[in-house]
T-cell receptor, first 114, second 115 residues
């Protein structure tokens, strides 16, 4: 039972480079989201999706793009990496958008931008 | 504005000792309340949740939490801590917000367990 799978686990980028963080879930969940976790700031929502073809911005969307072409996949794209994007990124999914459904998290991607 | 406060940044307990992690929230209505645990190098895992009904809720791994409306608190407890409980613990308040589900997270409490 894979759950939520994120790749890569670690990544170092140079300022200005672009990359895609992959996220896939095999639970047929409707809702998927991306968070970043920074010391002293907790978890902050970047983007979310309530179903295939539907995405929207969270609290801190600048510098990131997402798409949801299938139910399973929700990649996060960094357009032009900046040192401020150094963080741990988590993808999460839930069966529905209703808040009382459990969120399942991937293991995270630790990104360093130099 | 809604907020979640976890007053203790770091707690150390001895194995076998009891544990209480504090969580206070600010929200006008009865909130949806959650505790998640993050083991080193892992994602977050749901320990337990409260929506309504019995104010004492049981979770996985022997954890329980009590909702106290008068104190705006949702403290997490465990009667006897195991070394494997060393982790980061997050309290969160959830609310449905239009097309989205909104989770407001505390900053976490890091738990260390002495042998």
């Amino acid at each position: 039972n894979a759950g939520v799978t994120q790749t890569p686990k670690f990544q170092v980028l140079k300022t200005g480079q672009s990359m895609t963080l992959q996220c896939a879930q095999d639970m047929n969940h409707e809702y998927m989201s991306w968070y970043r976790q920074d010391p002293g700031m907790g978890l902050r929502l970047i983007h979310y999706s309530v179903g295939a073809g539907i995405t929207d911005q969270g609290e801190v969307p600048n510098g990131y793009n997402v798409s949801r072409s299938t139910t399973e996949d929700f990649p996060l794209r960094l357009l032009s990496a900046a040192p401020s994007q150094t963080s741990v990124y988590f993808c999460a999914s839930s069966k529905t958008r209703v808040v009382n459904t459990e969120a399942f998290f991937g293991q995270g991607t630790r990104l360093t931008v130099v | 504005a809604q907020s979640v406060t976890q007053p203790d940044i770091h707690i150390t307990v001895s194995e076998g000792a009891s544990l209480e992690l504090r969580c206070n929230y600010s929200y006008g209505a009865t909130p949806y309340l959650f505790w998640y645990v993050q083991s080193p190098g892992q994602g977050l895992q749901l320990l337990l949740k409260y929506f309504s009904g019995d104010t004492l809720v049981q979770g996985i791994k022997g954890f329980e939490a009590e909702f106290k409306r008068s104190q705006s608190s949702f403290n997490l407890r465990k009667p006897s801590v195991h070394w494997s409980d060393a982790a980061e613990y997050f309290c969160a308040v959830g609310l449905n917000a239009g097309n989205n589900r909104k989770l407001i997270w505390g900053l976490g409490t890091s738990l260390a367990v002495n042998p």
